[in-house]
């Protein structure tokens, strides 16, 4: 899910890359039996490869959602991933085409009352940047889907993702990780067709959110970053793009709730010198993916996957209760957080919020992962 910096990397205003050595190989502990796992999510990327190809891990399925693509263009990059790595048994269900209350023409108001946002997803029609001449092929939320890198032979499930959220849980009461690194509409949804829901997962991991990212990432470009966090610290996409649902997710009583905000990705970078490395690791099938994947952009979902695997990945975290604002205002959707003690005690749930992890360990663990045959 990804922070407000996307379009600039994919106009090929892609940051510096970073090299250097590779680290020194990380495993995740095994388990005694596979770990249930279902992602939900707004498209398919190194994140789900990571999931799908780890040992001791059963992805039970993948639920889609709008985000940064609309919910047509996510299911079919999922189907078209399981076919790259070769995981075609895995159910892929279509979710939410639109937020639960938040729409384009909301945005549009808020963007003209408070000033414009630096990445709308499924609604970006434009650029932003002034400066800009190029303009991406803007996609409805029903046109026909052709991806770059290959159409699936695949196809959804009849289920909706809220459907299928809900049976697993009961098919696997406390045994399943939910990893959402989109949007959270889907897991709201299923959290009020099924109040039970939440409460029988075994726990909940997210990318989304923001609280006081710093730039720390030598040779980028400090306006890269400083220019959306400088002045909206608290303000992400995935949050942003359904600020409902994100409250709702806040206030339901998953057993556990780990939390990846933007902050540790400032520290991670999608350089072409790591994308060099993925590609001469992976398999021959796995190579289309790559052409998905833009370079510049931080790591933000692959964070989420990496220090479930390995948590000894993190660095310095700490335990907050979270929300979303879902007041109409300058800052609609934004993270709000508070210390145990201060939070104003409306059911808000508490979770373990990750702050800075090992980016080599981190970097070694993809790679050992995507090169897994």
């Given at each position: 899910m990804p922070s407000l910096f996307?379009?600039?990397?994919?106009?090929?205003?892609?940051?510096?890359?970073?090299?250097?050595?590779?680290?020194?190989?990380?495993?995740?502990?095994?388990?005694?039996?596979?770990?249930?796992?279902?992602?939900?999510?707004?498209?398919?990327?190194?994140?789900?490869?990571?999931?799908?190809?780890?040992?001791?891990?059963?992805?039970?399925?993948?639920?889609?959602?709008?985000?940064?693509?609309?919910?047509?263009?996510?299911?079919?990059?999922?189907?078209r991933g399981?076919?790259?790595?070769?995981?075609?048994?895995v159910p892929v269900s279509a979710g939410a085409t639109f937020p639960l209350v938040n729409s384009e023409a909301l945005t549009d108001r808020w963007e003209a009352l408070y000033g414009k946002l630096t990445w709308?997803?499924?609604?970006?029609?434009?650029?932003?940047?002034?400066?800009?001449?190029?303009?991406?092929?803007?996609?409805?939320?029903?046109?026909?889907?052709?991806?770059?890198?290959?159409?699936?032979?695949?196809?959804?499930?009849?289920?909706?993702?809220?459907?299928?959220?809900?049976r697993m849980v009961h098919k696997y009461p406390h045994q399943i990780t939910i990893v959402a690194c989109g949007p959270m509409t889907n897991l709201a949804l299923a959290q009020k067709l099924d109040p039970e829901f939440a409460g029988l997962t075994k726990e909940l991991l997210y990318m989304g959110g923001s609280l006081n990212p710093h730039q720390v990432l030598e040779g980028r470009a400090a306006s890269d970053f400083a220019r959306e966090f400088a002045n909206?610290?608290?303000?992400?996409?995935?949050?942003?793009?359904?600020?409902?649902?994100?409250?709702?997710?806040?206030?339901?009583?998953?057993?556990?709730?780990?939390?990846?905000?933007?902050?540790?990705?400032?520290?991670?970078?999608?350089?072409?010198?790591?994308?060099?490395?993925?590609?001469?690791?992976?398999?021959?099938?796995?190579?289309?993916?790559?052409?998905?994947?833009?370079?510049?952009?931080?790591?933000?979902?692959e964070i989420v996957a990496a220090v479930w695997l390995d948590p000894s990945l993190e660095k310095d975290g700490e335990?907050?209760?979270?929300?979303?604002?879902?007041?109409?205002?300058?800052?609609?959707?934004?993270?709000?957080?508070w210390r145990e003690h201060y939070q104003p005690g409306l059911g808000e749930q508490k979770a373990h919020v990750v702050r800075s992890i090992d980016v080599p360990r981190f970097e070694a663990l993809i790679t050992q992962l995507v090169g897994r045959r």
């Open positions: 996307r379009p600039l990397v994919a106009l090929g205003l892609g940051l510096l890359a970073i090299a250097g050595p590779a680290a020194a190989e990380t495993r995740p502990a095994p388990h005694a039996e596979p770990r249930k796992v279902i992602i939900d999510d707004d498209g398919f990327a190194l994140m789900q490869a990571m999931l799908l190809k780890a040992p001791d891990v059963e992805v039970l399925g993948i639920t889609t959602v709008s985000g940064d693509f609309w919910q047509n263009r996510a299911t079919a990059m999922a189907l399981l076919e790259l790595v070769d995981r075609k048994e709308r997803g499924a609604w970006m029609h434009h650029w932003v940047e002034p400066t800009e001449q190029a303009e991406p092929e803007y996609h409805g939320p029903f046109d026909p889907v052709h991806l770059a890198w290959g159409d699936a032979r695949l196809k959804p499930t009849g289920e909706t993702a809220a459907a299928f959220l809900i909206s610290p608290r303000r992400e996409f995935n949050f942003r793009f359904d600020p409902e649902a994100a409250s709702i997710m806040s206030h339901s009583p998953f057993p556990k709730i780990t939390a990846v905000p933007v902050d540790p990705s400032t520290a991670t970078q999608l350089s072409p010198a790591f994308i060099a490395r993925l590609k001469a690791s992976a398999p021959a099938a796995m190579q289309p993916l790559f052409a998905s994947l833009a370079p510049g952009f931080p790591l933000w979902d335990d907050l209760y979270l929300d979303a604002d879902t007041q109409f205002g300058p800052a609609y959707g934004d993270m709000l957080s």
